[in-house]
C-alpha cells in the first residue's frame, strides 16, 4: 500500500493530457478548461467531448466473497450485482456521517470503486483492515488507470483501448437520472437529473499516448474539468469532495435518491440513516441559487450565503452554466425559508441569489408513528 506522500503525488501529477493546446491546468493536474468553458459545457452534453478525469482514484475488488462483503459494509444493495451493471455507495462513520463516496461497477470478476482524487489510499487501507477471513483482494491500481468522462455514447474508436480483464468493459453509468431500487427522493417533480445520461470509462494509463494521436487527428476531442462541474451543479448532483464534510448526512444532498438502499440488511451507519429518514430531519438540506446580474464574478467555495442579514449557509460548488449563467449549489440551515430571496457574500460583494429547493426543510419523517394518547389521559363517558 502506497504511503501518503504518494498518494499526493498521485493527485498533483500534471496529466498527460494535459499537454493538449490550449489546455489550462490547476492544482489537481488536470486541464480546468482547453479554452471556452461554455463551448465545451455544450460538446461535452452533447457527447462530442470527452473529460480527463485521472486525478481520481481507482480501487479493485476481487474475490469470491467481495460482493457480499462490501454489501456489509456500505450503503447501497451490492450482493446482487451484475457484471456490467453499475451503482453508487458510501462509507457511513458510526453515526451516519459521510466518509467515502464510490461510484461502482462489477465486470463479473472484479468490483471497481471509483473515488474522488485523493481519497483511494484512505479507502484501501480501511478496506483491509475489514477483510477479516474473507475471501477477498484490495488493491488500489490509481497509478496504472486513468478516468475519462463522457454523456452518451463511448466514441466507438476507443472501444480497443477500455479496460475489460473479465471480457467487460468496465464503463461507470450513472444512475443519477432515477430513483434507484430502494432508494428514496426528497426533491420535487421535474428533477434535472431525470435526463443525467453521464458515464466513466477507465483506460490503462500505457494507452495515453494513443488518446493523444486519437486527439491531434481530430477524431476525439477533450473539455475541461470546469465545464462537467458546471454540469453537475445544473443537474443537482451531489459530489462528497465538493458538497461533503465531517458532518455530512447522505439525506442532505438528496443522496438517499441513489446511494442508499434504504431496505438492504445492515451496514455501518444505517440506524442514523433510519432514525432521520424516518423519525427526523436532516439538521441542513442542499438547494440550487441562480445569482442575478453577475457577468464576471463566480462565488468561491465557502462563500457564505444570507437571508437578509442572517447567515443561513455556504455555497458549496459555483459555476458559469452556458444557458443558466451563473449557478451554485449550496448547504442551507433547515429551517432556512425556502421562499426568501438569498444573497451571497463574495468578494465583500452581495449577489443576488434566487434559491430552488432541493431538499424540503420538512424531508424525513416518513415513519407513520401512531400519535399515543397523553400520559394520565382519563377517557370521560356520559
Known sequence: MADESSSASRQYTRSPLATLPGAL???????????????????????????????????????????????????????????????????????????????????????WLLVDAGAAESLTAWLLKMRFMKQVEIIDRSDELLTLGYFGELPDVLAPLVLQPAGVPVMWQDPWNAVAEGGWQYAGENHPGTDWNYAEVLIPRSATQELLDLAAAGVISFAGS??????????????????????????EFDWLRTAVHLNKGCYRGQETVAKV?????????????????????????????FDGETEVGHVTAAARHYEEGIIALAVLKRNANPEAELSVLSEDVRIPASQVVIVPPDAGRTAQVPRLPRLGAVKREG
Request: net charge negative; hydrophobic share 40%.
Open 226 to 251: 470546469d465545464a462537467l462541474e458546471a454540469l453537475r451543479i445544473a443537474a443537482w448532483r451531489p459530489r462528497l469532495s465538493t458538497e461533503g464534510d465531517a458532518n455530512a448526512l447522505p439525506h
Open 25 to 111: 491546468v490547476g492544482d489537481t493536474g488536470i486541464a480546468s478548461a482547453y479554452g471556452n468553458s461554455l463551448t465545451e459545457q455544450r460538446a461535452l452534453r452533447a457527447g462530442a467531448a470527452l473529460v480527463d478525469l485521472s486525478d481520481r482514484g481507482v480501487i479493485a475488488v476481487s474475490g469470491p466473497d467481495r460482493l457480499g462483503w462490501l454489501d456489509s459494509l456500505l450503503s447501497q444493495r451490492l450482493d446482487q450485482l451484475g457484471a456490467g451493471q453499475s451503482t453508487e455507495t458510501l462509507l457511513l462513520d458510526p453515526h451516519g456521517h459521510v466518509q467515502h463516496a464510490m461510484r461502482v461497477v462489477d465486470d463479473g470478476d472484479t468490483t
Open 277 to 305: 429518514h424516518n423519525l427526523g430531519h436532516p439538521p441542513r438540506r442542499l438547494a440550487f441559487l441562480s445569482l442575478d446580474g453577475v457577468d464576471v464574478v463566480i462565488p468561491s467555495a465557502g462563500s457564505v450565503v
